[in-house]
């Protein structure tokens, strides 16, 4: 059973087109976050949910649009798709705070941008 | 705000010996938290070992451990006996009450036969 799952793996796309992601954990972990792993590494944070309220929403392109329909789950929807988006998308979510335990991960979504 | 600084891009190391991956951060609180964490090719992030600002022990996992200098701000990991299979990326992160991990630009690691 996988703790952190993160759908789907590899997405292709065209500019201009709206794509989500979707992440599921099974933990009863209270927080989740989207974070950004751009071509040079660097993971960043974008956005993060404690019990489907949303606490941290980073400078990010209002394209963006996370939703949490309960505290399992957290997606991301994307409008507009432009090529500097084409990056790896981790969900990951952790216990409440503070963060002693660090974070589970999904997988991450490795989304390229056409 | 709090930054964490990772200095080394790449580290290589022979098989069997031994390694260290440098890491500094910084922050205004007292109360915080420390992770390296392990992304391989496969893309996964792992967590390798996390550490208690308030501990003054260094904490060990196995062949990892870590060299915690809360003055000096600085938080190294060392890999004992290194292993093919920790041929990898290595994030440093720093994370307290924001509930968010800030991550340092990472090392690749490169185990050479």
């Known amino acids: 059973d996988t703790a952190v799952s993160q759908t789907p793996k590899y997405l292709v796309t065209q500019m201009g087109n709206d794509k989500s992601i979707k992440c599921e954990q099974n933990?009863?972990?209270?927080?989740m976050y989207w974070y950004k792993q751009d071509s040079k590494k660097f993971l960043k944070i974008m956005f993060s949910y404690n019990n489907k309220e949303l606490i941290i929403n980073e400078t990010v392109p209002n394209r963006f649009s996370p939703k949490s329909p309960d505290k399992a789950h957290l997606n991301l929807h994307i409008n507009s798709l432009e090529l500097g988006d084409s990056a790896v998308y981790f969900c990951a979510s952790s216990q409440r705070q503070p963060i002693v335990y660090g974070y589970t991960f999904g997988s991450g979504t490795r989304l390229t941008v056409v | 705000a709090q930054t964490v600084t990772q200095s080394q891009p790449e580290m290589s190391v022979q098989e069997a010996e031994t390694v260290t991956l440098s890491c500094t951060y910084d922050?205004?609180?007292?109360?915080?938290?420390l992770f390296w964490y392990k992304q391989p090719p496969s893309r996964q992030m792992i967590l390798v070992i996390r550490q208690e600002a308030y501990k003054q022990q260094n904490a060990t996992e196995n062949r990892f451990s870590v060299n915690f200098q809360k003055a000096a701000k600085s938080f190294s990991l060392k890999i004992s006996d290194s292993q093919l299979g920790d041929a990898a990326m290595y994030f440093c992160?720093?994370?307290?009450?924001?509930?968010?991990?800030?991550f340092g630009q990472g090392t690749r690691l490169t185990i050479n036969p």
């Open positions: 992160a720093a994370g307290q009450g924001a509930q968010k991990l800030v």
């Open positions: 922050t205004s609180e007292s109360d915080y938290y």
């Open positions: 933990l009863g972990h209270d927080t």
